[in-house]
C-alpha cells in the first residue's frame, strides 16, 4: 500500500480518489472549496483538506512526506504545475503529474521535467499510468491478433543517458517513437533516453508484466 496526494477534487480528482482507494492505497485530496467533496461517494475513507494545493503546510496535512505519488488535477493550469514543482522540489515527491488545459505550454512543462496531461486528451487512466506502478504498461494499440502491444512505458529513473537500443536489449520491447518537449520524434541509434521523455514501445503483450518490472527497476551495469 501506498500514499497518494491528489489536488482538485472535480469529476478528475474524485475518480482518481476512488480508483486508488479500491486498489488498496491511502488517498488524501485538496480543494479550496469545502463543497467540492461531496463528490466523493458515500464512506470515502481517504483524508480530505480544505485548503490552496500547492501551500506547504496544506501539503504537510495532507501527509505529502511520505507520498509515494502527487496529481495536481484542478482547474487552472499555473495551480497545478506551481503544486507539482513544490511536491518535488521541496517533498521530493518523486512521482508526479499535472493536469493542462493549455497544450502550448507542454514543451516549458517538459523542459521543467514535469509529467504533463492536456485536457483536450485526459482521461484518469492516463494519470494513473504516471503515478502508479501497476499501471506502467497499459495499450495504446493492438494489431488485429492481439499478440502486439504499443505502449507507452514507465522507466526508472536511472535509465537517464542510456541508449534506446540498450533499452530495448535489455527489455526485448522494439521502441516506436518517443515524446520529447511534446512533439513526436523517431529514436536513431544514437538516441538516448532523457528526462522528461515518453517512450512509446511494441512488446508481445503477455510479456507486459515482465516488461514493466525490468523497466521500473534500475539498469543492471555490466562488470
Given amino acids: 500500500m501506498a500514499h497518494f496526494v491528489i489536488m482538485g477534487c472535480g469529476r478528475v480528482g ?3 480518489a476512488h480508483t486508488l482507494e479500491d486498489s488498496g492505497h491511502s488517498v488524501a485530496i485538496i480543494d479550496q472549496d469545502e463543497r467540492a467533496f461531496r463528490r466523493l461517494r458515500t464512506g470515502f475513507g481517504g483524508h480530505k483538506i480544505t485548503g490552496v494545493g500547492f501551500d506547504r503546510e496544506t501539503l504537510k ?7 509515494y505519488a502527487f496529481a495536481a488535477v484542478s482547474s487552472g493550469d499555473n ?5 507539482t514543482r513544490v511536491a518535488r522540489e521541496t517533498f521530493h515527491v518523486e512521482h508526479v503529474v499535472a493536469r493542462i488545459y493549455d497544450p502550448g505550454r507542454a514543451e516549458i512543462y517538459q523542459r521543467l521535467g514535469i509529467p504533463t496531461v492536456a485536457a483536450v486528451r485526459w482521461s484518469a487512466d492516463q494519470v494513473l499510468r504516471r503515478i502508479l506502478p501497476e499501471s506502467a504498461i497499459k495499450g495504446d494499440f493492438r494489431e488485429p491478433s492481439g499478440r502486439l ?3 507507452e512505458l ?3 529513473p536511472e535509465w537517464i543517458g542510456w541508449h534506446i537500443l540498450d533499452i530495448e536489449k ?3 520491447v522494439r521502441v516506436a517513437y518517443l515524446t520529447r518537449f511534446g512533439e513526436g520524434m ?3 541509434p544514437d538516441t538516448s533516453y532523457q528526462q522528461g521523455d515518453t517512450v512509446h514501445a511494441m512488446l508481445v503483450g503477455k510479456q507486459s508484466s515482465e516488461v514493466a518490472h525490468i523497466l521500473s527497476a534500475a539498469p543492471i551495469k555490466e562488470l
Avoid: F, M, R
Avoid at 79 to 83: K, W
Fill in 170 to 172: 535489455a527489455s526485448g
Fill in 79 to 83: 495551480s497545478n504545475i506551481l503544486a
Fill in 14 to 16: 474524485a475518480t482518481l
Fill in 186 to 188: 523517431l529514436p536513431g
Fill in 154 to 156: 514507465t522507466l526508472h
Fill in 149 to 151: 502491444l504499443l505502449s
Fill in 61 to 67: 496535512q495532507a501527509d505529502i512526506e511520505s507520498a
